[in-house]
Structures are given as C-alpha cells and as structure tokens.
C-alpha cells in the first residue's frame, strides 16, 4: 500500500510538472481549433430535412386469378425507379423549378450541382419479417435535406409523387411490352403452325392409302382382294370344266344330229345323253331340262306316227345342238369376264400391296410432320394461354388495380434544423483535445533537458552533489513577462484572425455543410 500510494503520487507530480512545462502549448493548441470549431458550427446556415413516407399497396387481385407480369423484386424495381428519377433531366427539372441552390449554382458546373442534389436525397426501406420467409418491403422513406423548410417539403413530396408516378408506368410499360412480345410470338407461331398443317394435309393428300392409320384397312382391303381373287379362280376352274363339258356334249349331240336320222334311234340316243346328263346334274339343270322336253317331244311324235300308221319322218339339226352351241357362247363371254376381274383384282392387290410396303417409310415421315406439328401446336396453345393472361394483367395495370404506391405521410416543413451544428461542434471539442494531448506528448518526446535532480540521477551514475537552484534576476522577470504579453497578444490576434476567417468562410456556406456532412457521414 505504501508503495502504491507513493507510485500514484509521483505520478500526479510528474503530471503536474508536465503541465506546469506545457500548459501554454497544450491551451493555445486546444484553443485554436475549438475556436475554429465553435466559429464554423455557429456560422454554418440551418440545414432542414423532410421525410415522406410511401406505402406499399400489394396487388388487388388475388395472384390465383390474375398472375402479374411484373415479376421482378420490388427492391429491384425500386432501384430501377431510383436511377430514373435521380437522371440529369429529372434533377435539373427540380433544381429549376424550385429554384435549388442558387448561390452553388453560380460557382460550380451544373454536374456539381446535380451530383449534390443526389447526395441530398436519402430512400430507406422498410421491411418486415414475415414467418419463414426473408424480410418483404412494406414502404420505403424519402428524405430530402436543403436550407429553405417549406421548399424542402415541396421538394421531398414532388420526389414521392415521381415514385409513384414512374412505378405506375415502369409496370403498365412492361406489362404492355409483355403482352406485345407474346402477340408477336404468337403470330409468328400461328404462321408456323398453319405452316405445317398445309404440308400435313399435303402429305396426307398426296400419300392417301400409305398413312399409318390406314394400315388396318389397306390389309383388311387386300384380304378381301385375296378371297375375291380365289373366288374368281374357282369360279374360272368350274367354268371350264363346265364348257369341257359341253364341249363333249356338243361333240355327242353334233354325232347324233349330223343328218337325218331316224326317230327311234335319235329317241334311243338321246335317252342315253339323258342317263349321262342326270348322272351329272339335276333334274333342274337347264340342259336335262331342254333334253326332256326333246324326248317327251320326240315320244308324242312317234305315238302320233304310230296311231296313224306312218312312218316317222327324220328330223334335220335339234334344239339341244343349238342350245349347246348358245351355252358354250355364254360360258366363253363369262370366262373373258372373269379373265378381265382376275385382272382387276391383281392390279388391285399389287397396288395395295404397295401401300403396306410404304407404311413403314410413310410412318417415320409422318411422325416426323406430326412431331413438329404437334410440338407448335402445344406451343400455340401455350402461347395463347399466356397472352390471353398477359392481356388481362396489362387491363389490370391499366386499371391500377396492380401493386401501387401510395403516400401514407406527406413530406411537412421542420420546424427545426436538423442537429448538425451540435454534432460538429462536438466533433470540434474531441478533435482540440486531441491535438493538445498530442502536441504535449511530441514536446516532451523531444525534449532532452533535464527538469529535476531524479531526471539527472536516472540519466547519470555518478552522485549528484549539490543541487543549485534557479536564480531569476529582476531584469529576467520583466523581459520573461514582456514575452509573455508579446506571445499572449499574438495567440489572441492569432485566434481572432482563426476565428474571423472561418465565420467568413461558413457564413451561409451551404456547400461546406454538404461537405462536412459528407464527410461525417
């Protein structure tokens, strides 16, 4: 403890004798700047701000009915909005209209001055987080700061009502570029599908009969071409066994009927033909018919010459010979018939039998054709579905039913300055503390001197003998309080002068508060 209290007590001597050394350097080093300080921060014009507060109104159509266009993040759009109001023409605009730093105008170039108004406008978002999600914007501030309160408002009211105004057209202007690039690619795809329905229908039209889905009916039409074909060839095999047939027949009856013969002996032949005939045929075959009819015939006939007692009289050629040589003319025109459908028929099948053979190759073309078509078709479709929904949203949009901006607290003049003076003035205080700490400490640092006996018996081994005290002549106290008045009258104008040139150099200087601000911002 004793130690203690002896270390802390030579710490207090050793500050006091350092402040007993430097207390003129670190009071003028501290003076200077806060006075430079205090004279900057009570000369500086009043700075005003406003604040407008927008709201953000969420679409007024449910999203399940009408599916907006404008897809992309409200920050995103809001940044969009930003650059376009913050442009050179925008700004000027304002700066003319409101007649916006007048006297900075008159001293810097109009992009110093537009570059200034930007930095005088300030948007902050406001966002709340919603439950499992990231943070939504629900509004966003507009603040603007300027040396005149009511056209500060003004100002600040005529930046919200430009957001307002440009969101309604940024989302009207792409909802209408969103309708228009569909329009078009749905014209575009429209040609292209009536495109490819005109080769469709062609391919169908010239290929008609070698499409796949006639290959069930080109086969069941060449079955059917089959049969009739084996048909035709056994009705051709019946009909020349039937004219071999009468053939023979004609050759018995042209025997028997070669001259005149006798009654009873053609009775006697033709009853014979009649076993033969009957052995082959029917009673309803037409020749068994004809022939009993002749024999029946011929019986009356020998009964009569019989009754009358005459001799029956020889007959030339019959009707059965005749009847023959008719048959055998109709079986030769129907086997030309059936020679002449036994043609048609092959030509038939040759020519559906090409169409199952180019099925194979038709399908992969036609596959080809309906691949693409139905690719665009679907395409269309979708394409039409999204106009039409693109359409409803741009009527939506123009009907402001979308998501809208709305002020909810207009921009009103402040009744004080924003606080700046006080925060500068403080910054001074903190900034002279530090300098006169600094120059204190750089003093002693570079001072070699010794100020005490322990100074010197710290420095040096040997002993300290005698310590010889300061010895002050009365001529030395009036030259040290000359100096000191000397120095004194020259700090006072010194700081006079600091203090004079810098209320001239802040007094209404606008653009020195823009750039302190800047810089302790």
Not at 405 to 417: G, K, N, Q, S, Y
Not at 468 to 473: D, E, L, R, S
Request: hydrophobic share 40%; no cysteine.
């Amino acid at each position: 403890m004793p130690e203690q209290a002896a270390r802390k007590g030579a710490g207090v001597e050793l500050a006091l004798a350092v402040w007993s050394r430097r207390k003129w350097l670190a009071i003028l080093t501290f003076a200077a700047p806060f006075a430079v300080a205090m004279s900057l921060g009570m000369a500086l014009p009043n700075i005003y701000q406003a604040t407008a507060t927008v709201l953000v109104d969420r679409q007024q159509v449910p999203e399940s009915f009408v599916r907006p266009t404008v897809t992309s993040a409200l920050e995103t759009r809001l940044h969009t909005i930003s650059q376009e109001i913050l442009s050179r023409s925008r700004l000027e605009a304002l700066i003319t209209r409101f007649g916006l730093y007048p006297d900075f105008r008159k001293r810097v170039s109009a992009e110093e001055v537009i570059e200034r108004m930007r930095g005088d406008i300030k948007l902050e978002l406001k966002a709340v987080e919603a439950r499992g999600q990231r943070e939504a914007t629900v509004a966003f501030a507009i603040k603007y700061v300027g040396s005149d309160p009511q056209t500060v408002a003004q100002v600040t009211n005529t930046l919200a009502s430009f957001y307002i105004e440009e969101n309604l057209k940024v989302r009207e202007r792409q909802a209408t570029g969103t309708a228009e690039f569909l329009k078009v690619q749905l014209e575009e795809t429209k040609k292209r599908l009536d495109e490819l329905e005109r080769q469709v229908s062609e391919f169908k039209r010239r290929y008609l009969g070698e499409l796949p889905q006639q290959m069930e009916t080109n086969v069941a039409t060449l079955e059917r071409f089959h049969i009739q074909l084996r048909l035709n060839s056994d009705n051709q095999t019946r009909v020349m066994e039937r004219r071999a047939a009468l053939a023979s027949q004609q050759a018995d009856a042209g025997a028997v009927g070669g001259g005149p013969e006798e009654p009873q002996t053609r009775l006697v032949r033709l009853k014979q033909l009649m076993g033969e005939l009957r052995a082959q045929f029917s009673e309803k075959y037409p020749d068994v018919v004809v022939l009993r009819a002749e024999i029946a015939a011929l019986e009356q006939q020998l009964d009569e010459a019989k009754a009358e007692g005459k001799p029956a009289q020889p007959e030339p050629a019959t009707p059965y010979a005749r009847r023959l040589k008719e048959a055998l003319s109709e079986i030769d025109a129907e086997t030309r018939i059936l020679k002449g459908e036994e043609k048609h028929l092959r030509a038939s099948i040759a020519a559906y039998q090409a169409r199952v053979d180019n099925v194979p190759r038709r399908e992969q073309e036609f596959k080809e054709f309906s691949r693409d078509y139905e690719s665009t078709r679907e395409l269309y479709q979708s394409l039409l579905k999204r106009y039409g929904e693109a359409q409803i949203a741009e009527s939506m949009e123009q009907r402001q039913k979308g998501e809208q901006f709305r002020i909810l607290d207009p921009a009103v003049p402040a009744r004080e300055p924003v606080a700046r003076r006080v925060r500068f003035i403080l910054m001074g205080v903190m900034l002279s503390l530090g300098l006169a700490a600094g120059a204190v400490v750089l003093a002693e640092q570079l001072d070699t001197s010794f100020h005490s006996v322990d100074d010197l018996r710290s420095f040096s081994r040997f002993p300290v003998l005698v310590s010889i005290p300061k010895i002050v002549a009365e001529v030395d106290v009036d030259r040290r309080r000359l100096r000191f008045r000397l120095a004194a009258l020259a700090a006072t104008a010194g700081l006079i002068a600091l203090v004079g040139t810098s209320y001239f150099v802040a007094h209404g200087n606008e653009q020195l508060v823009w750039l302190l601000s800047r810089g302790s911002s």
